[in-house]
């Protein structure tokens, strides 16, 4: 039994939030590009540098054994997190960019013929449309818009049209970076399956805040980063069918992914190895563990309950700014984007700068979206379940007045 | 360039770099530097459509930022627009500084300085979105 989710017991345990920043305590609202590292996690990559440094796999003493042995338990954390099958099915890359990559050029390159389409949706980030272009370009197939509504949700009607044999690939966030949209992920695998496309869910921003089920979301691709998830940058994951990670070519040679090297030939290792060519990140295993467990310890329901209590208090703080517009607001999200007309974005975030508050403006890599909408950058809160009715109220007042100052 | 004429503005003749020292060090905290910044831009007219086109364009800003130059008898007359109000503002402080100047005080003014008098120093930043120190180096880069 978890305890009730107590703010002000989880805002202690971020150092990073205890500062300063243009003279004023820091109100950090942008957990959705990089979110704060928990005390735990800090700890376990200074104390694996400070007494388990070893490399993995390879060697015969005992500090190796036990970096292996800690490093094999913590792809069964992500693996449990997750609720995949087997633990083979969980490959580490440096993040959610990689991992994407790495399925487009092994699954993908492999897989695809002249004529073949990817569907990516409109509503996407360029690290799960850009992969997709180049294998496109090297494949002869084609990338495949899926549009958006106004309201900033997937057209639907559109995605079951575009359906069809040519389809091979779907590429769809689980929730989007820029209105936090959550896709109907359930919805889209079922229809996919149906004409044998696999489904690459890019977990990035959902991973952070819904209890992930593989299984359930019948995703056959499933990736996301460490540093969204509270762990260190530099680490991430990508989760696999093992029947579609099997048969998939290596990507990237090198040492631990090969079972026998030899000049006539060379034979590769079985999963994951197969696709962690080289020394891995260790301490970024081992701390995306930590942060995965200390996750699980809190009251993850009440963390979000917490945060969707902010988000409203925010919107309804700010409603009344003249000429403010919110960008698809979506009833469950941990984020929001809004505009105000006739200002530019860079000069709000600016001026919310100078009074502590950090937030992201601009087109948060998410071109296609906003060409689609037609803005040129949103100003977009990010919560995380580290911030406080304090910070909102900064953050309330300091657009009021950065408002009234333009 | 274009055949049109570029607009006049006050700054560099009007309102000098001197001036502007003056008033900013007057100011009294972010907030009314940012006002005074802002104000400044207020002063300064539009860029007609003519110029607003690719060619003219300043890369490495989060705005959009236009600079344009005409030079006669070796002077240089700058004029830059933005859609950003706090851009707008600190080009005019950059306006002020080079306006009808010849290559050689273009090369010899010390910006940092100047942005430093101004407490400005962070916007010249290269990490900053501003776009600052990219029209302050098309500048430099005219008068070379």
Redesign the interface.
């Known amino acids: 039994m978890t305890a009730q989710f107590d703010i002000n017991q989880v805002y202690q345990q971020f150092p990073a939030l205890q500062q300063n920043c243009?003279g004023q305590p820091l109100v950090y609202l942008d957990s959705a590009a990089t979110a704060q590292k928990p005390l735990a996690v800090i700890e376990t990559i200074q104390q694996y540098y400070s007494g388990h440094n070893a490399n993995v796999h390879r060697g015969s003493h005992s500090l190796t054994a036990s970096a292996t042995a800690k490093f094999e338990q913590a792809r069964q954390t992500v693996q449990q997190f997750i609720h995949a099958q087997h633990s083979c099915e969980i490959i580490w890359t440096r993040g959610a960019t990689e991992a994407l990559n790495l399925i487009a050029q092994t699954y993908a390159r492999q897989t695809l013929q002249p004529g073949d389409e990817i569907l990516v949706s409109e509503l996407e980030h360029h690290a799960n449309i850009v992969p997709w272009q180049i294998v496109a370009e090297q494949t002869g197939a084609n990338v495949v818009k899926i549009p958006m509504l106004p309201d900033c949700t997937l057209d639907m009607d559109a995605f079951h049209q575009l359906l069809t044999n040519k389809t091979k690939i779907v590429a769809i966030a689980h929730i989007t970076n820029v209105t936090g949209t959550r896709n109907p992920i359930e919805a889209i695998t079922t229809a996919a399956h149906h004409y044998n496309a696999v489904v690459v869910v890019d977990g990035a921003q959902g991973i952070v805040h819904e209890t992930v089920d593989v299984q359930t979301l019948d995703a056959d691709f499933y990736v996301f980063s460490g540093h969204k998830l509270y762990a260190p940058a530099g680490i991430g994951v990508l989760y696999g069918k093992k029947a579609l990670l099997e048969v998939m070519p290596p990507w990237h040679g090198g040492g631990k992914m090969v079972e026998k090297v030899s000049f006539s030939g060379t034979t590769f290792s079985a999963l994951p190895g197969k696709f962690e060519a080289g020394t891995p990140n260790v301490a970024g295993s081992l701390a995306l563990a930590t942060a995965i467990e200390w996750l699980e310890s809190l009251d993850r329901h009440g963390a979000e309950q917490h945060i969707a209590q902010l988000r409203q208090k925010a919107i309804e703080g700010i409603s009344e700014i003249d000429d403010l517009r919110i960008i698809g607001l979506q009833e469950h999200a941990s984020l929001f984007s809004f505009v105000v007309d006739g200002?530019?974005h860079?000069?709000i975030a600016?001026?919310l700068d100078?009074q502590g508050i950090a937030l992201r403006?601009?087109h948060h890599c998410a071109h296609p979206m906003l060409d689609a909408l037609g803005l040129t950058?949103t100003l977009r809160v990010s919560l995380a379940l580290y911030n406080t009715e304090q910070d909102v109220e900064r953050f309330i007042a300091a657009l009021h007045?950065a408002c009234s100052?333009? | 360039m274009t055949d049109a004429t570029l607009p006049q503005h006050p700054f560099g003749t009007e309102i000098t770099a001197n001036d502007i020292v003056e008033q900013m060090q007057a100011a009294n905290g972010?907030?009314d530097r940012?006002?005074t910044v802002?104000q400044l831009g207020k002063k300064l007219p539009a860029l007609p459509e003519t110029f607003k086109h690719e060619e003219l364009k300043v890369s490495g800003c989060?705005?959009q930022v236009w600079l344009a130059h005409d030079k006669q008898d070796g002077q240089f007359h700058f004029m830059a627009d933005s859609?950003?109000?706090?851009?707008r503002g600190l080009i005019t402080l950059v306006l002020a500084a080079y306006e009808g100047k010849n290559a050689e005080e273009i090369r010899a003014f010390d910006i940092d300085t100047y942005f430093e008098q101004l407490g400005l120093i962070a916007h010249l930043s290269p990490s900053r979105?501003?776009g600052l120190k990219a029209i302050v180096e098309q500048i430099k880069t005219l008068a070379n």
Do not use: C, F, P
């Open positions: 243009n200002v530019h860079q000069d600016t001026l100078q403006a601009g950058g007045k100052l333009l | 972010w907030e940012y006002r802002i989060e705005s859609d950003s109000r706090i851009v979105g501003n």
